[in-house]
């Protein structure tokens, strides 16, 4: 039974009188971006435009939605008949099935750059004022705004990636490079759409090149269909699924390991749920738990779930976090994320 106790719930600008050292983002602050973010599962829109007619069972059979668990699978079948001998026409089908339904899906649920370039303005800036940036998302909204930033003011947010390539040792990021006045650095727990790797396991960040940033959806999408990268990220799953995909990364197990440890005494919560299936990043965070934290909550919702989603975040905090400090704000408040 959920406590009668009211929980206040504050403005960002009566939040924001204190700093913070990092910001986490869950799936609602793409949401807040633009509404397609708010699908179930990619899985499951490519099962509802049944673009995975023979390929189903693949799925059902390796118990995973997760697409670059089937790829990869579909890939190391392929050339291990090619190895013995008996290529399989039926496996070649399929690999390309699925990365076909992965690139449709991805299609129908990402909004282009030019639809939401003044919300990933201000949620540029927002992110800005946080030394480190984690986001649990797999979309390009945040790479988006990072770029629109970097372009006014200098190479102030870094992904850790250098020539395409992770820098497993990123302290030396942190200081600021003119003319940015000051550097954040941001990291992807569960991937991203420009994170790839091939089938050798080497991963790379995926560039426009001298294209713009409008480009890189469309950039993204032209490797995947070469054949030659499948993408990095984690979008679906239980928790143990979830940890499991990470272990299958280099980035994405750096950064679980040593970035969710270290978020810093002070953290900010946007659009995140506090899922179960997300469970083992609060196991990673409580290593060394913040002092404090700020959770947004979607004031959309009517006075009884506000309440509920707070006493749920409490009760997830005091299992996992007992010595944080919790406090929450309202995620359309003037000034926060992407609200003007």
């Known amino acids: 039974m959920i ?27 793409s949401i807040a971006i633009h509404k397609t973010f708010a ?33 990869l699978a579909c890939w190391y079948a392929e050339h291990v008949n090619l190895a013995l001998g008996t290529p399989s026409a039926d496996i070649s089908r399929a690999y390309a099935e699925v990365r076909t339904a992965l690139i449709e899906a991805v299609h129908s649920v990402h909004p282009a750059h030019a639809d939401v370039a003044p919300d990933l303005q201000r949620a540029g800036c927002f992110a800005s004022r946080f ?3 984690v986001s649990l998302n797999y979309d390009l909204t945040l ?7 970097n372009a006014a003011n200098g190479s102030w947010f870094k992904d850790v990636f250098h020539h395409g390539k992770f820098q497993t040792d990123w302290g030396y990021l942190r200081r600021p490079l003119p003319p940015a006045a000051e550097a954040a650095l941001v990291f992807f727990p569960h991937g991203s759409l420009a994170i790839a790797r091939d089938h050798l396991g080497d991963e790379t960040k995926i560039d426009v090149g001298s294209g713009t940033e409008g480009d890189l ?31 299958r990364s280099h980035y994405l197990t750096n950064v679980y390991e040593k970035v969710l ?10 659009g995140w749920s506090f899922d ?3 469970q083992h990043v609060l196991d990673a965070i409580a290593a060394r738990p913040p002092e404090r934290m700020a959770v947004s909550v979607f004031t959309g919702l009517t006075e009884p779930d506000q309440q509920a989603f707070c006493h749920q ?3 997830a905090a005091r299992r996992s976090l007992p010595g944080t400090t919790v406090t929450f704000f309202d995620s359309q408040s003037p000034g926060c994320w992407n609200n003007p």
């Open 3 to 29: 406590s009668m106790d009211r929980i206040a719930i504050e403005t960002w600008e009566n939040t924001d009188k204190e700093g913070w050292s990092a910001m986490l983002l869950g799936n609602g602050a």
């Open 217 to 247: 959806l469309d950039t993204i999408i032209q490797r995947w269909a070469s054949g030659r990268w499948i993408p990095v990220f984690v979008s679906e799953g239980t928790s143990k699924e979830k940890v499991a995909a990470i272990q």
């Open 143 to 149: 790479y988006w705004a990072m770029l629109l930033f």
């Open 276 to 278: 179960e299936r997300d």
């Open 131 to 133: 030394p480190t940036v």
């Open 261 to 270: 440890r270290a978020l810093g005494e002070s953290l900010v919560v946007y």
């Open 39 to 71: 699908y179930p599962t990619l899985h499951s829109v490519a099962d509802a435009k049944g673009l995975l007619p023979s390929t189903g069972p693949i799925f059902a059979k390796l118990g995973t939605t997760d697409f670059e668990h089937v790829l």
């Open 313 to 315: 975040v409490l009760k």
